[in-house]
Structure formats: structure tokens, C-alpha cells
């Protein structure tokens, strides 16, 4: 058998990549996402925590104040920009649920379980190469997915609060999670990636009013309830393996009870979307995340 030669990040950690152990996968990797250091942008991430309360403030003075400004005008007709939009997202969350999640499985499978998961080093185990730069690039992506809301905005759509909560606790919680380098948060960023690679190709054909029967909106609710119900899974698990060692894993404590009440409040309110839409009309707009 061949020895797998490590590779080895600006920090001096050896890390392996999936298609080292999958040698065929190999060359449907590029040398940028192998060679990829995640530590300048990490870096300058950890040094700039005002960018995402930014982003979250001028977010919600856009939510409010932007649906009062839109009452002295007609809707925009962005349907065809919106078409686009949602099969870039759609592509771009495919292509990270591919980088990522082959990755999650081979860690729970090989490397020590659930609890491995929680108590490794990201850096060590999936920070670096092409998965470090899938998950970074998912943390990064929760800033240009506010657009959502500015679709349904210059459209006149309606803004539920679901869909506004939802855009600004993500990227509030995500940017925490990877600064503190919370182990669990490949979990979070596989699940995420492979809802939105699905959900967002539904929101593409529903611009073009297809609604394909192998593709119905149950599905896109069930797989977001589902999302959360493991998120709150995974934040116990933590707060269990959290207290258990004494703080030997890593994981920031205050990270752990802000994704708890997280996605609690998610999984209420997903089910009490579903329960609204599919039980007592069918005139709320899915649009919710």
C-alpha cells in the first residue's frame, strides 16, 4: 500500500484531503483548491468582527426602511436576474456539498466518531486544502445571500420574518463558529450546502412557474425542519462533550449555547411555517430561507 504523504498549511499542521485516500477522485480537483491557505483570509476575519454586524445592520435597515421606500413605486420585474441568481446557488451549493460532506463522512467513519468530530482541530483535519476553501467560502457566502431579501423587496414580495431572521442569524453565527474554529461547524456547512444546492434549483424553476413533480415544495420544508432538528442534534452533543472534558475540545462554550437557541428558534418557526402553509393555506410564499 502507498504511504499518503501529508500536506502541510502556513500554520505547520499536517492535514490530509479526500482525495488522498480516493486517489481516483484526484483529478477532478484543481491545484488551487488543493493548494489552498485559508489562514490570510481566516486572519483577516478574525481582526474585522465589525464586518458582519455591519453587513447585519445596513441588512435590516434595508428590510424595513427599503419596503417603506417601495411603496411609492411599482414593482421591479427582476425575474430573469432572479432566475440566474438562484441556479448560481444552486450550482455554487452542489459544488461545496461535494468538497465537503465526502470529507464529513470519512472523519466520522474513520477518525474517532461524533466525538472526534467535536474535539478535533479544524486546521488539522479540514481547515486547509480544497475543503478549507469550501467551507470558507460558505462562511463568506451568507453576506451576498442577503440579496435574497433585496429580490423580494424591489419585487413587493412579502418579507416574512422567518426569511430576515434567518439571513441575519446565519451570518452572524457562521462568522462566530469559523473565527472560533468550532470542530462541529463541517456539520452545519455540509447540511447547508446540501438544502440550498436543492432548494435554490426549486426557487429557479419556480421563476419560470415549473413546478416539476419530482421537486415539490414539501420537500424543500421537510429537508430545511430536518437541517435544524440535526443542528440542535449536534449543539447538544457539544454542550455534553463540552462539559464531559472540561473544555478540552475546543469549542467556545458561548458558540455552543448561541446555536442551541439558534436553531430551536429555527425549528419552531420551520414547522410553524409548514404547518401554515400546508394546513391552512396555500398562499404563503416558500421563500423562507
Not at 34 to 48: F, G, L, N
Not at 161 to 185: I, K, M, Q
Not at 250 to 265: D, E, H, L, P, R
Not at 270 to 288: C, G, N
Request: one cysteine or more; glycine letters at 6%.
Amino acid at each position: 500500500m502507498t504511504e499518503i504523504i501529508p500536506f502541510v498549511n502556513s500554520r505547520g499542521q499536517q492535514f490530509y484531503q479526500f482525495f488522498q485516500f480516493y486517489p481516483f477522485l484526484e483529478p477532478f480537483y484543481f491545484n488551487f483548491e488543493k493548494q489552498y491557505d485559508p489562514k490570510p483570509v481566516s486572519d483577516a476575519m478574525k481582526a474585522t468582527p465589525w464586518i458582519p454586524l455591519a453587513a447585519c445592520c445596513c441588512y435590516v435597515i434595508f428590510c424595513f426602511g427599503g419596503q417603506l421606500v417601495m411603496k411609492r413605486y411599482s414593482a421591479f420585474d427582476l425575474n430573469m436576474t432572479l432566475a440566474l441568481w438562484n441556479l448560481f446557488l444552486s450550482i455554487f451549493s452542489f459544488i461545496g456539498l461535494i468538497r465537503v460532506a465526502p470529507h464529513l463522512l470519512h472523519m466520522i467513519y474513520y477518525d474517532g466518531g461524533v466525538y472526534g468530530l467535536i474535539c478535533c482541530d479544524p486546521g488539522h483535519k479540514y481547515g486547509s486544502g480544497a475543503t478549507g476553501l469550501w467551507i470558507q467560502l460558505f462562511i463568506l457566502s451568507k453576506i451576498p445571500e442577503l440579496l435574497d431579501t433585496v429580490f423580494i423587496v424591489l419585487r413587493k414580495k412579502k418579507l416574512i420574518f422567518l426569511h430576515w431572521y434567518h439571513h441575519l442569524t446565519v451570518l452572524l453565527y457562521c462568522w462566530h463558529s469559523y473565527v472560533t474554529e468550532n470542530a462541529a461547524g463541517i456539520v452545519f456547512c455540509a447540511m447547508n450546502y446540501g438544502v440550498h444546492a436543492v432548494m435554490y434549483l426549486y426557487y429557479f424553476f419556480q421563476c419560470f412557474k415549473f413546478h416539476p413533480w419530482w421537486l415539490p415544495a414539501r420537500f424543500i420544508t421537510i429537508c430545511q425542519t430536518s437541517q435544524m432538528f440535526v443542528g440542535i442534534i449536534v449543539c447538544l452533543m457539544s454542550a455534553i462533550i463540552h462539559r464531559k472534558h472540561d473544555n478540552s475540545c475546543g469549542v467556545q462554550y458561548q458558540n455552543i449555547v448561541a446555536g442551541c437557541v439558534m436553531y430551536t428558534s429555527y425549528f419552531y418557526l420551520f414547522v410553524a411555517f409548514a404547518i401554515k402553509r400546508y394546513f391552512f393555506s396555500k398562499k404563503v410564499s416558500t421563500k423562507e430561507a
